[in-house]
């Protein structure tokens, strides 16, 4: 099997912003549940993950300025 390159700093930095990225993608999401979680109560859908507002802040923000960047 081939060596790969080693990878330069700006790609090790892009790998990582990935990984943080689904993280915080994970965070966000609610727990799969059935077609009709959305017509439950809140009470009874699933709860929200913890930290999922926090990360809402943070991918809006990052958001904001990668759209700077376009």
Known sequence: MLDMPAQDKHEKMLDEMHDA??????????????????????????????????????IESLHKAMKGEK
Do not use: F, N, Q, V
């Open 21 to 58: 990225l689904y993280t915080l993608g994970s965070k966000i999401r609610r727990p799969i549940g059935g077609r009709g979680d959305k017509l439950l109560p809140k009470d009874l859908a699933p709860a929200e993950p913890e930290g999922a507002k926090s990360a809402r802040t943070h």
